[in-house]
């Protein structure tokens, strides 16, 4: 390769580095399995190597991951928060021993074996104690402060043990202490969340990873509370006293990563299942074996083993590079896949037409599981890998729960196997199907096809919509199929005397059924909201829109500027709401809905509470607010009921301000207008 091509190839694999670096710690959506990432850095990085003229101080080899969001105040560690080298393999595992033996002179180093947790990082500081912030790594420099989502996890202790009695066996609590580890989520709670989504029609999470990552980084504290969160701790950052002194004042617990454990534990913090001490390279390589037996019953994902100095007094002396530490190595675990036969490509038909592909596999054991059918994602997708009817895949469950189709064996592909066809029709209702630009779905276009409309009343009735019991999968493909529903609002036209040809002693059922399609017609505004489907819109953003606008009609007819003051809401939703509601019949669907006396209903929330207090109050907003926006306190003081405008007079209620304050801040003083900070105006608002 020559320099220039090498410049090229540099270039191509940073920005595809760089993009999923963006999907996976950001959007936490990655679209590539972790081997294949791990593979386009490890290129990235071999040619950075080769070509020492291509390296730039911002290549994504040298920083790590940066899961920095819009919204969130960020917070500096005080000790920055670093990566580890990972590899696949047995041989760079020794290499890295090896490195260490040079160094020390000696073979049989002590190592700590622990499992690599496949969670978010985090950095929970304790001051004399007691918890005081929780960061997440963000650019390992800086973090998003996310204490108060952190805060919902039952886990996590409010003070450290030992911490009231400075006596108390012995166990030292420095004065302020950074100790890391992983936020996760259990695949029950996964299972738990995804099933439920699959109730409301709501796109499935991949894996426990993805939905942990999406849950600590909401902002709204509430729904984080909603989902179950875990957290394991394994690491410490900045101590103070350090490690060193306290180990010098008799706490030899503090002097190895082994005795670390124990000292977590004795503070009262979860800590890892489990972990193994080694000594040399053999005994460690067998450990790390064992530890890949026993991971499956872990409750966390466990996608590699980190091997690591025990001695603090090693690791010191073996330093770090600017990114990772050379006393510490990844050693990762290759995804479990297992090789069978695709027997047929099945295309479902969803909510919004999205075809969807699923193979029909041949039944075979993957990772404790029997596997008999695998996403194989989207038509683009297939035609990339070729896939074809009858050839051998592989399906692979890494972290990945639902499993995948990874690849085709052509080995094993027989003569007579043709590349598979995407229908050009919908496998339902028969209509062209239509590929809009810019996106990789192919849809059914026909909003009357039975399998939208079935998934469309499904989503309407489900736990998550207006909540219709005895309105479920087979009900509804029953009424579908009849002819009886056609679209949401024939939900409310059903009539006893149909329902009652179904079966012989249908009484009963018919009469629950159609008790609860009527008490749906008090259901709360937001499930409404939700029930309807609008793209991008999901239960959090019905709860916004609801206590915003507190009609149907209202929400429809709303302006653009009007949605995007609103919190939640960015450019996306507004406008997919916008789309949504200049369609005819859904506008029809709006009023057929209240024709039929559907009247939901808005209960007292917060805001409406607070809105007797803020009535007719003005505010003026000046400075930076530590979490809020300038919109979002806007829309915060408009939801309760308040005005605010630009400038300070006698009139104005209260001035609102946050660092940076001007002008406006002077003047409310010197006209004696109350000024209030971020803290007092959450308590003005009753959150
Ligand atoms: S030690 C300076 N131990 O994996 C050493 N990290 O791919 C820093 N991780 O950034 C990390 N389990 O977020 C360590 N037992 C474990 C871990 C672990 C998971 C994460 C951590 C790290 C990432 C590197």
């Given at each position: 390769m020559t320099s220039a091509e090498a410049q090229q190839r540099i270039a191509q694999l940073r920005a595809q580095v760089g993009r999923h670096d963006d999907l996976y710690y950001?959007?936490?959506?990655?679209?590539?399995?972790d081997f294949d990432y791990d593979r386009l850095k490890r290129e990235l990085a071999d040619l950075e190597a080769q070509f020492p003229e291509s390296m730039e101080a911002d290549s994504p080899t040298t920083r790590v991951g940066d899961d920095r969001l819009e919204g969130f105040v960020t917070f500096r560690h005080r000790q920055p928060m670093q990566s580890l080298d990972n590899t696949y393999s047995e041989a760079e595992l020794r290499a890295f021993h090896q490195r260490l033996v040079k160094l020390f002179g000696r073979e049989d180093l002590a190592y700590v074996v622990e499992p690599k947790i496949d969670g978010i990082a985090v950095s929970l500081t304790y001051e004399k104690g007691r918890f005081v912030r929780a960061v997440t790594r963000g650019s390992g420099i800086e973090g998003d402060d996310i204490t108060a989502n952190a805060q919902t996890i039952y886990a996590l202790p409010r003070e450290l043990k030992g911490a009231s009695s400075r006596a108390a066996k012995g166990v030292p609590v420095p004065g302020s202490v950074e100790i890391r580890g992983e936020i996760f989520m259990t695949l029950a709670e996964f299972e738990r969340i995804n099933r439920e989504r699959e109730e409301a029609g709501e796109v499935l999470f991949a894996n426990p990873r993805n939905l942990a990552a999406g849950t600590i980084k909401q902002l709204d504290a509430r729904e984080v509370a909603r989902r179950k969160l875990e957290v394991v701790l394994y690491g410490l950052g900045f101590c103070e006293p350090t490690p060193e002194q306290s180990a010098r004042d008799g706490a030899d617990l503090l002097g190895t990563q082994s005795g670390l454990h124990g000292l977590l534990k004795a503070w009262g913090l979860p800590t890892v299942e489990r972990f193994w001490t080694a000594r040399g390279i053999d005994e460690t390589w067998r450990v790390v074996q064992e530890l890949d037996q026993l991971r499956h019953s872990f409750a966390y994902a466990t996608d590699g083993a980190v091997i690591k100095l025990d001695s603090f007094a090693q690791q010191r002396e073996a330093g770090s590079t600017a990114k990772a530490p050379r006393w510490a190595i990844a050693y990762k675990f290759t995804a479990e896949r297992a090789e069978t036969r695709l027997k047929a490509i099945t295309v479902q038909v969803g909510r919004t037409g999205v075809l969807t592909p699923v193979a029909e596999l041949e039944p075979v054991q993957l990772a404790g599981t029997t596997v008999s059918r695998a996403t194989l994602h989207n038509r683009d997708e297939i035609g990339r890998k070729d896939i074809r009817v009858g050839d051998f895949v592989q399906v692979e469950k890494a972290g990945e729960v639902i499993p995948a189709v990874v690849g085709v064996n052509l080995a094993r592909r027989l003569p007579d196997c043709v590349a598979y066809v995407f229908p050009s029709q919908c496998p339902v209702c028969g209509t062209r199907v239509v590929q809009y630009d810019g996106e990789v779905a192919v849809r059914c276009p026909n909003v009357g096809c039975p399998a939208q409309v079935r998934r469309r009343v499904l989503h309407f009735a489900s736990k998550a919509g207006?909540?219709?019991?005895?309105?479920g999968e087979a009900m509804v493909g029953t009424l579908v199929e009849k002819g009886w529903v056609k679209g949401i609002a024939d939900i409310y036209r059903l009539r006893r005397d149909d329902l009652l040809t179904l079966g012989k002693s249908v009484e009963k059922s018919t009469d629950n059924l159609l008790a609860a399609v009527e008490a749906s017609k008090r259901a709360e505004l937001w499930r409404v909201v939700n029930g309807l489907g609008i793209t991008h819109v999901g239960a959090a953003a019905a709860k916004e829109l609801a206590a915003r606008f507190g009609s149907l009609e209202a929400l429809a007819e709303a302006p653009r500027d009007d949605l995007l003051s609103i919190g939640g809401i960015g450019d996306t939703m507004a406008d997919a709401i916008i789309a949504h509601f200049n369609e005819p019949r859904n506008r029809d669907l709006v009023s057929q809905l209240l024709n039929l006396g559907v009247a939901p209903t808005t209960p007292m929330r917060p805001a409406a509470v607070a809105a007797a207090a803020l009535a007719g109050k003005t505010f003026v907003l000046t400075g930076t607010l530590p979490s809020l926006s300038r919109e979002t306190a806007t829309a915060k003081i408009e939801v309760a009921g308040g005005r605010v405008s630009g400038s300070v007079s006698r009139k104005t209620s209260y001035v609102l301000a946050g660092e940076d304050a001007g002008s406006k801040l002077e003047k409310a003083r010197s006209l004696g207008v109350p000024v209030i900070d971020e803290t007092e105006f959450r308590q003005l608002l009753g959150e």
């Amino acid at each position: 390769m020559t320099s220039a091509e090498a410049q090229q190839r540099i270039a191509q694999l940073r920005a595809q580095v760089g993009r999923h670096d963006d999907l996976y710690y950001r959007q936490a959506k990655p679209e590539i399995a972790d081997f294949d990432y791990d593979r386009l850095k490890r290129e990235l990085a071999d040619l950075e190597a080769q070509f020492p003229e291509s390296m730039e101080a911002d290549s994504p080899t040298t920083r790590v991951g940066d899961d920095r969001l819009e919204g969130f105040v960020t917070f500096r560690h005080r000790q920055p928060m670093q990566s580890l080298d990972n590899t696949y393999s047995e041989a760079e595992l020794r290499a890295f021993h090896q490195r260490l033996v040079k160094l020390f002179g000696r073979e049989d180093l002590a190592y700590v074996v622990e499992p690599k947790i496949d969670g978010i990082a985090v950095s929970l500081t304790y001051e004399k104690g007691r918890f005081v912030r929780a960061v997440t790594r963000g650019s390992g420099i800086e973090g998003d402060d996310i204490t108060a989502n952190a805060q919902t996890i039952y886990a996590l202790p409010r003070e450290l043990k030992g911490a009231s009695s400075r006596a108390a066996k012995g166990v030292p609590v420095p004065g302020s202490v950074e100790i890391r580890g992983e936020i996760f989520m259990t695949l029950a709670e996964f299972e738990r969340i995804n099933r439920e989504r699959e109730e409301a029609g709501e796109v499935l999470f991949a894996n426990p990873r993805n939905l942990a990552a999406g849950t600590i980084k909401q902002l709204d504290a509430r729904e984080v509370a909603r989902r179950k969160l875990e957290v394991v701790l394994y690491g410490l950052g900045f101590c103070e006293p350090t490690p060193e002194q306290s180990a010098r004042d008799g706490a030899d617990l503090l002097g190895t990563q082994s005795g670390l454990h124990g000292l977590l534990k004795a503070w009262g913090l979860p800590t890892v299942e489990r972990f193994w001490t080694a000594r040399g390279i053999d005994e460690t390589w067998r450990v790390v074996q064992e530890l890949d037996q026993l991971r499956h019953s872990f409750a966390y994902a466990t996608d590699g083993a980190v091997i690591k100095l025990d001695s603090f007094a090693q690791q010191r002396e073996a330093g770090s590079t600017a990114k990772a530490p050379r006393w510490a190595i990844a050693y990762k675990f290759t995804a479990e896949r297992a090789e069978t036969r695709l027997k047929a490509i099945t295309v479902q038909v969803g909510r919004t037409g999205v075809l969807t592909p699923v193979a029909e596999l041949e039944p075979v054991q993957l990772a404790g599981t029997t596997v008999s059918r695998a996403t194989l994602h989207n038509r683009d997708e297939i035609g990339r890998k070729d896939i074809r009817v009858g050839d051998f895949v592989q399906v692979e469950k890494a972290g990945e729960v639902i499993p995948a189709v990874v690849g085709v064996n052509l080995a094993r592909r027989l003569p007579d196997c043709v590349a598979y066809v995407f229908p050009s029709q919908c496998p339902v209702c028969g209509t062209r199907v239509v590929q809009y630009d810019g996106e990789v779905a192919v849809r059914c276009p026909n909003v009357g096809c039975p399998a939208q409309v079935r998934r469309r009343v499904l989503h309407f009735a489900s736990k998550a919509g207006v909540d219709i019991e005895g309105l479920g999968e087979a009900m509804v493909g029953t009424l579908v199929e009849k002819g009886w529903v056609k679209g949401i609002a024939d939900i409310y036209r059903l009539r006893r005397d149909d329902l009652l040809t179904l079966g012989k002693s249908v009484e009963k059922s018919t009469d629950n059924l159609l008790a609860a399609v009527e008490a749906s017609k008090r259901a709360e505004l937001w499930r409404v909201v939700n029930g309807l489907g609008i793209t991008h819109v999901g239960a959090a953003a019905a709860k916004e829109l609801a206590a915003r606008f507190g009609s149907l009609e209202a929400l429809a007819e709303a302006p653009r500027d009007d949605l995007l003051s609103i919190g939640g809401i960015g450019d996306t939703m507004a406008d997919a709401i916008i789309a949504h509601f200049n369609e005819p019949r859904n506008r029809d669907l709006v009023s057929q809905l209240l024709n039929l006396g559907v009247a939901p209903t808005t209960p007292m929330r917060p805001a409406a509470v607070a809105a007797a207090a803020l009535a007719g109050k003005t505010f003026v907003l000046t400075g930076t607010l530590p979490s809020l926006s300038r919109e979002t306190a806007t829309a915060k003081i408009e939801v309760a009921g308040g005005r605010v405008s630009g400038s300070v007079s006698r009139k104005t209620s209260y001035v609102l301000a946050g660092e940076d304050a001007g002008s406006k801040l002077e003047k409310a003083r010197s006209l004696g207008v109350p000024v209030i900070d971020e803290t007092e105006f959450r308590q003005l608002l009753g959150e």
